[in-house]
């Protein structure tokens, strides 16, 4: 019987990462009537956008799915059952979200990971981190002419960076890769879905005019 070990939780947990934001940009793609061309491109941007732009800035080799090309694949794959699934079954606005969250859960841990393991430097793989699970949503909600997740006051942004500091302090107190990674992943993930439920918001900025005015309708 073959052992699995960390590396091979860690590719396969990448790969639902790929998945699940495939089909967070998918249905994006369908809430405004996208064809299959477009609910590909949504699915590959989302699925492949954070963690490209992350290789890219560490210069540490190929950018992840040219060096294997299974990432491409698992993105169209998820993309089109995806596009057929709809088809046949009613998927809620939650259903986005909640695919999203995981996205970037995932996304959020293995970005931190592969960053402190390139730079060593904590406070470079918190950025990367964040930016690899948030980039590729950015890049979906853009095309799809919405606001972008990270720009709204949901708490968004903000789970990914607790998340990407669970994994800094665990790993700088000798816990397993694998543990850091589940735990951090596990941290976002919370976070983001207790926002969604409770709608937990970060205060929104506002202007002494927009707070005067605001309190003068009041009256």
């Known amino acids: ?3 699995v070990g960390p590396a091979e939780i860690i590719y396969s947990l990448d790969l639902f990462g790929v998945a699940v934001f495939a089909v967070s ?8 009537r996208m064809d299959v061309f477009g ?18 800035l560490l210069d540490a080799g190929p950018v ?5 090309r299974i990432y491409l694949f698992v993105a169209v794959a998820s993309s089109l059952l995806t596009f ?13 979200l909640i695919s999203d969250a995981l996205g970037l ?6 970005g931190t990971s592969k960053a402190l393991a390139v730079t060593g430097s904590p406070s470079v793989a918190m950025v990367m981190g964040v930016m690899t699970g948030v980039a590729g949503g950015m890049v979906r909600d853009v095309l799809s002419a919405e606001v972008p997740l990270i720009l709204r006051k949901e708490i968004y942004a903000t789970a990914a960076l607790c998340g990407s500091l669970v994994y800094v302090m665990l790993h700088g107190l000798g816990l397993a890769n ?11 993930l919370v976070i983001r879905l207790a926002a969604i439920h409770w709608g937990f918001s970060l205060p929104v900025f506002k202007l002494k005019e927009d707070l005067d005015h605001g309190e003068s309708d009041k009256t």
């Open 39 to 56: 609910v590909i491109v949504l699915g590959l941007v989302t699925a492949l956008g954070g963690g490209t732009l992350r290789d890219i």
């Open 84 to 96: 057929i699934a709809a088809r046949a079954i009613s998927i809620p606005w939650p259903g986005l």
């Open 178 to 188: 694998i543990a850091c990674l589940v735990l951090a992943a596990i941290t976002t």
């Open 1 to 3: 019987m073959t052992r």
């Open 25 to 32: 940009g998918s249905l994006a793609a369908g809430r405004k």
């Open 64 to 68: 992840f799915w040219i060096e294997d």
């Open 105 to 110: 859960a995932v996304f959020m841990a293995i």
